[in-house]
């Protein structure tokens, strides 16, 4: 039967330019979280597909690598332009296959353009050092050389940023990459490859050289994905989904000595001091833990607050909580959108079961809209006080549930934001300057991010991003994340008539 989701989704995936066979034809079922609609059925990439993509992908490498960085920059700007004019149909697919509400999937392909603009720039600036050398007649310097072909595994819930946080910048750096997108989001995967073929073809027909593959998608489970892991003409692995995921991947990327660049799991806490200005914490507390239906891994899990504003706050959360709009994502008003499937909704009531068998007291996270859509899973958000950090809280549970604690003396409540196994995300609401720097000095937050009085949900691309501990240790995006899609090589140049020995050592013959 065709419902609404599939009808839009086939319109925007025809504006988007997507070929009908790659969609209509294959084995992958893509589904709507939002209405459980089937919108497509993918071709799934086999063994000999991946063999020939890698192929290919090395191939274009060997010709990307040599074309001049600014050269290479104008592809991305020229892709930037290319989503601009067709932001809103990304978007609105982004809401429909990943369950976004609309101004969350406009956001997601802004942080596209962003990360774009961002690589352009980058294309400028890939400049190494000029070291000091030891011996005379001597010059050190290092340079940063194109790495090959970089293999992008991403999660559904980031199903279109996260490519473009790593496609980018690798493209700059004079790579090439091959995309495994979630086998939950396959169509936002197709459409972005649309567009990028289209960026492509005007790049070339503006007179520059582009080898064929220079980014191409594979579509299918944990198995495509795999053979991207194991194949050694793929020298960096950056894989962004749950620790489970990472803990697989990782140590097979290790075993043939390639790069890994892990964005994994969060548990991501924010701390609300007896002197936090509460407004603005209820607004970063209900946006963090409730915004996207939980579906964040910088979503807020966990809020510590002082014994002297708890009760206080914990009301107001619940205020808020009980008026938040839960509905179709694309429909005006609309806060709180789905869950991805039945299994985050059976996920969600297991961790609740268990927050209130650790002695928690539950308020909301029920089922919705289930007599209007069935086929889909919608959940009241959920508050959660508990007597003490209990396993249910150290982790992570992705959908809409906060838990909160209570705390006396920083030095505690640092301790419980720092006593989980992830180490993504964390943030302190407090207007005393002391108490703000001790949570950001190195005795603070173990997490890669921490914030003063901003959420722990969503960053910039300005930033480096991820995090420590089972978050899996990498950063991308900005700052000088760009370094890891690249190898970098130390040249010692002798201009003089001798040959000095490094340390002064002596070797006469
Ligand atoms: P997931 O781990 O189920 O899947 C992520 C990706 O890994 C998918 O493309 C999947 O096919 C692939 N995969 C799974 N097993 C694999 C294997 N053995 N070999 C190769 N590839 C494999 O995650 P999900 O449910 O899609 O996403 C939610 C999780 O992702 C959460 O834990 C969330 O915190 C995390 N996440 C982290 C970040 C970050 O930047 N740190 C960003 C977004 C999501």
């Not at 060997?62 to 700007?77: D, T």
């Given at each position: 039967m065709t419902t609404s989701s599939s009808l839009q989704a086939q319109t925007l995936l025809e504006r988007l330019g997507v070929s009908t066979a790659l969609y209509t034809q294959g084995t992958l079922v893509a589904r709507s979280p939002v209405d459980g609609a089937v919108m497509g059925q993918v071709v799934e990439s086999t063994a000999a597909d991946m063999?020939?993509?890698?192929?290919?992908?090395?191939?274009?490498?060997?010709?990307?690598?040599?074309?001049?960085?600014?050269?290479?920059?104008?592809?991305?700007?020229?892709?930037?332009?290319?989503?601009?004019?067709?932001?809103?149909?990304?978007?609105?697919?982004?809401?429909?296959?990943?369950?976004?509400?609309a101004s969350e999937g406009l956001g997601e392909v802004q942080e596209m353009i962003d990360i774009c603009d961002f690589a352009v720039g980058l294309s400028r600036q890939l400049h190494g050092l000029t070291i000091a050398s030891e011996r005379p007649g001597h010059r050190m310097m290092e340079q940063w050389m194109p790495l090959g072909v970089v293999g992008i595994i991403s999660a559904f819930n980031f199903p279109v940023a996260v490519w473009a946080?790593?496609?980018?910048?690798?493209?700059?750096?004079?790579?090439?990459?091959?995309?495994k997108p979630s086998e939950k989001t396959p169509l936002t995967a197709l459409a972005t490859q649309a567009l990028f073929d289209k960026a492509v073809a005007a790049y070339v027909a503006a007179g520059h050289v582009a080898p064929e593959g220079l980014s191409q998608v594979l579509n299918g489970g944990a198995a495509v994905g795999e053979a991207l892991v194991t194949d050694v003409r793929v020298p960096l692995i950056s894989a962004t989904g749950s620790t489970r995921m990472g803990r697989i991947v990782g140590p097979k990327v290790a075993a043939r000595f390639g790069r890994c660049l892990l964005e994994l799991g969060g548990n991501n806490a924010l701390i609300v001091s007896d002197k936090a200005d509460l407004d603005l914490a209820v607004r970063a507390i209900a946006f963090g833990?409730?915004?996207?239906?939980?579906?964040?891994?910088?979503?807020?899990?966990?809020?510590?607050?002082?014994?002297?504003?708890?009760?206080?706050?914990?009301?107001?959360?619940?205020?808020?909580?009980?008026?938040?709009?839960?509905g179709h994502p694309l429909q005006e008003g609309t806060l709180v959108g789905p869950l991805v499937d039945r299994l985050a909704f059976d996920a969600m009531q297991s961790a609740l079961a268990?927050?209130?068998?650790?002695?928690g007291t539950v308020?909301?996270?029920e089922r919705a809209l289930a007599t209007e859509m069935p086929e889909a899973y919608y959940a009241a958000p959920a508050l959660v006080t508990m007597p003490a950090q209990t396993e249910v809280v150290c982790h992570?549970?992705?959908?809409?549930?906060?838990?909160?604690?209570?705390?006396?003396?920083?030095?505690?409540?640092i301790a419980l934001q720092n006593g989980v196994p992830q180490g993504l995300s964390s943030a302190i609401f407090t207007?005393?300057?002391?108490?703000?720097?001790?949570?950001?000095?190195?005795?603070?937050?173990?997490?890669?991010?921490?914030?003063?009085?901003?959420?722990?949900?969503?960053?910039?691309?300005?930033?480096?991003?991820?995090?420590?501990?089972?978050?899996?240790?990498?950063?991308?995006?900005?700052?000088?994340?760009?370094?890891?899609?690249?190898?970098?090589?130390?040249?010692t140049v002798n201009y003089s008539n001798s040959l000095p020995l490094a340390q002064g050592v002596k070797f006469d013959v």
């Open positions: 063999q020939a993509v890698i192929g290919r992908a090395h191939a274009a490498f060997l010709q990307w690598r040599v074309i001049p960085a600014p050269k290479r920059g104008e592809l991305v700007r020229v892709f930037g332009e290319v989503l601009r004019a067709h932001k809103a149909d990304l978007a609105a697919l982004v809401s429909l296959e990943a369950g976004k509400i946080w790593n496609a980018a910048l690798a493209l700059v750096a004079g790579d090439t990459c091959v995309w833990a409730w915004g996207t239906a939980g579906q964040r891994c910088t979503t807020t899990r966990r809020v510590i607050a002082h014994h002297s504003v708890h009760d206080a706050l914990v009301e107001r959360l619940e205020k808020v909580r009980v008026q938040l709009k839960i268990q927050a209130k068998a650790q002695g308020r909301g996270g992570e549970t992705f959908a809409p549930i906060l838990y909160v604690l209570k705390y006396s003396q920083l030095d505690e409540a207007t005393d300057i002391r108490e703000a720097e001790a949570f950001m000095s190195a005795a603070g937050s173990d997490c890669g991010i921490a914030n003063v009085n901003i959420g722990t949900s969503g960053a910039e691309i300005g930033g480096a991003f991820g995090g420590e501990k089972e978050t899996g240790g990498g950063r991308e995006s900005g700052s000088d994340a760009w370094r890891q899609y690249m190898r970098r090589v130390t040249n």
